[in-house]
T-cell receptor, first 116, second 117 residues
Framework: AQKITQTQPGMFVQEKEAVTLDCTYD???????LFWYKQPSSGEMIFLIY??????QNATEGRYSLNFQKARKSANLVISASQLGDSAMYFCAMREPYNAGNMLTFGGGTRLMVKP | GAVVSQHPSWVICKSGTSVKIECRSL??????MFWYRQFPKQSLMLMATSNEGSKATYEQGVEKDKFLINHASLTLSTLTVTSAHPEDSSFYIC?????????????FGPGTRLLVL
C-alpha cells in the first residue's frame, strides 16, 4: 500500500504567488516524522522542512511552511512568494520508528514550475 | 557545505563491467547509510540499508549479489553494481542520518548518475 501520496504530478505557479503542494500519508504508528525535500535538475536532495508527529505547531522555515493536519494525515508544503529558483521536483517523505536507522519512504513527487 | 559526498558523480561503463560508488560522511560518523535508486521522472526507491560492521539489509526485489554493499568504516559505504546492464542505468543516491543534528537530520549525497552502454 502507498504510504506517501502526492497527487499533483505537476504544478504551475506565477512568480511571487504562494503555492501548496499536497502530501498525504498512511501509518498506524503514533510516532513518525514528515519531511519535504527539493530536487533541482542537478539531482541533489535539498532538505526543506521537518514535522514531527508530536509537534504542537506547524513547522516553518523561511518561505516554507508545513500545513500539518494530523487527523487527515496530510502534510502539505506551502511555499510563499514563489521564485523562479523554486522550479524543481518536490518530494514528501516519512520516517516511521520501526524502520531501522531512520529510513525514509518517499512520495512520487510533484514537479513545480514557476512562471515569470 | 556538503556533509555527505559521493564519488563518482558520473560514470559511463560497458555492459558486463562492475562499477563502484562511494558514499562518505564528511564530518560525522554514520553507523547506518541508505542507498536509493531513482529512475527518470520517478521517485527515490530504497535499495538497501548499509550497516557498519554487519551485513546490509536489502529491500524486496533488490538482488544482493548484484548490488554489493560494504560499510567499510563509520564514514564510508560503497555500492558495487556487478555485471552492469543497461537496465541498471539510473541515479544512485546515498544518505546518512545524523542523530546529533536532531530528529529530522538526514543528509543526502549529491548522487551518482550511472549509464551502462
Amino acid at each position: 500500500a502507498q504510504k506517501i501520496t502526492q497527487t499533483q504530478p505537476g504544478m504551475f505557479v506565477q512568480e511571487k504567488e504562494a503555492v501548496t503542494l499536497d502530501c498525504t500519508y498512511d501509518t498506524s504508528d503514533p510516532s513518525y516524522g514528515l519531511f519535504w525535500y527539493k530536487q533541482p535538475s542537478s539531482g541533489e536532495m535539498i532538505f526543506l522542512i521537518y514535522q514531527g508527529s508530536y509537534d504542537q505547531q506547524n513547522a516553518t522555515e523561511g518561505r516554507y511552511s508545513l500545513n500539518f493536519q494530523k487527523a487527515r494525515k496530510s502534510a502539505n508544503l506551502v511555499i510563499s512568494a514563489s521564485q523562479l529558483g523554486d522550479s524543481a521536483m518536490y518530494f514528501c517523505a516519512m520516517r516511521e520508528p520501526y524502520n531501522a536507522g531512520n529510513m525514509l519512504t518517499f512520495g512520487g513527487g510533484t514537479r513545480l514550475m514557476v512562471k515569470p | 557545505g556538503a556533509v555527505v559526498s559521493q564519488h563518482p558523480s558520473w560514470v559511463i561503463c560497458k555492459s558486463g563491467t562492475s562499477v563502484k560508488i562511494e558514499c562518505r560522511s564528511l564530518d560525522f560518523q554514520a553507523t547506518t547509510m541508505f542507498w536509493y535508486r531513482q529512475f527518470p521522472k520517478q521517485s527515490l526507491m530504497l535499495m538497501a540499508t548499509s550497516n557498519e560492521g554487519s551485513k546490509a539489509t536489502y529491500e524486496q526485489g533488490v538482488e544482493k549479489d548484484k548490488f554489493l554493499i560494504n560499510h567499510a568504516s563509520l564514514t564510508l559505504s560503497t555500492l558495487t553494481v556487478t555485471s552492469a546492464h543497461p537496465e541498471d542505468s539510473s541515479f544512485y543516491i546515498c544518505s546518512a542520518p545524523r542523530t546529533s543534528g536532531g530528529p529530522g537530520t538526514q543528509y543526502f549525497g549529491p548522487g551518482t548518475r550511472l549509464l551502462v552502454l
